[in-house]
């Protein structure tokens, strides 16, 4: 029984992911008027797509060595932002193999390309939005945190008397003894998915007819998909394990104030959105936009 439940539940999010990413990629699909000159762009798309996949599979052997060496439950809960880091860095190595257009003679054309026209609107307001939920409340379980009976910060969260002896110490709470690996892979994350958004932008196009452009904007999009949806992993797992652990450490505390019974079911909510976003950024992953000719 035990086991059969959480294989169900892993078949169904996996069924979830697959089917969400179908629909995504039947809703962007580029048509185009001819099906010429579109060789270089095919063999971008191979290289960065191949990119994606290695930085995906070294991202999956990182996390698995991440998970197994992290003390204290600090290796799980940065598995998830390893495994971004590396799709992100698959990303960036793929945008860096794409070849400049050459030749004999070149054409240039007179356009502002800026970051903003590529992103994702939902996935990266959903982003940002989980980026504030995670700081803002790592920032509350550090500053209510205590040390553990090693003398290790930020593992406990403690209520004393007023006399200021200990009165209760539950484990583990995220405070500043996890908090801070969190904090600096999301950081990293943040400033490798600007250089990719950057890298993005600023390639040069492989020609200027009308279907050359809207297959390599449609390229760029995507690469920028990727690269949100990455980050918007590196954000959302972590943040899903830490509002459980803070949810269910607050619940097993005594001598806590009355109203902070109600943060159990806030941080459950927290949880699931982040879970929910996990799933929404897999299968933007997964989703792949389709080149059709009218």
């Not at 539940?9 to 000159?37: E, F, H, K, Q």
């Not at 500053?143 to 006399?163: E, I, K, N, Y």
């Amino acid at each position: 029984m035990s086991i059969g439940i959480p294989f169900i539940a892993l078949i169904l999010l996996t069924l979830a992911v697959v089917l969400i990413s179908v629909l995504v990629s039947m809703a962007r699909t580029v048509r185009l008027p001819v099906d010429d000159g579109l060789r270089a762009l095919r063999t971008t798309a191979r290289r960065a797509l191949l990119a994606r996949v290695i930085g995906l599979v070294a991202g999956i052997v990182a996390a698995g060595l991440i998970a197994d060496t992290g003390a204290l439950g600090r290796g799980p809960m940065l598995a998830a932002p390893v495994l971004g880091l590396c799709l992100i860095l698959g990303t960036l190595a793929g945008e860096l193999a794409a070849k400049p257009p050459g030749g004999p003679i070149r054409d240039a054309s007179l356009e502002t390309r800026r970051i903003r026209h590529y992103l994702p609107r939902f996935s990266t307001s959903l982003a940002a939005t989980l980026s504030v939920i995670t700081v803002g409340l790592l920032t509350v379980t550090v500053a209510t945190a205590s040390a553990d009976d090693l003398g290790r910060p930020g593992r406990t969260l403690s209520t004393f008397s007023p006399d200021g002896m200990v009165r209760q110490s539950t484990s583990p709470w995220p405070g500043w003894f996890y908090a801070w690996p969190i904090l600096a892979a999301l950081a990293v994350a943040l400033v490798l998915s600007a250089l990719v958004l950057h890298r993005i932008v600023r390639r040069g196009r492989p020609g200027l007819d009308p279907a050359t452009r809207a297959v390599d904007e449609a390229q760029r999009a995507h690469s920028a998909r990727v690269v949100t949806a990455a980050y918007g992993l590196c954000v959302a797992l972590p943040l899903s394990g830490i509002a459980l652990i803070a949810a269910g450490t607050v619940k097993n505390s005594a001598y806590l104030p009355d109203w902070s019974m109600t943060a159990p079911p806030a941080l459950v909510g927290v949880a699931f959105l982040a879970a929910g976003s996990a799933i929404w950024y897999l299968a933007e992953l997964l989703s792949s936009p389709k080149v059709k000719v009218s």
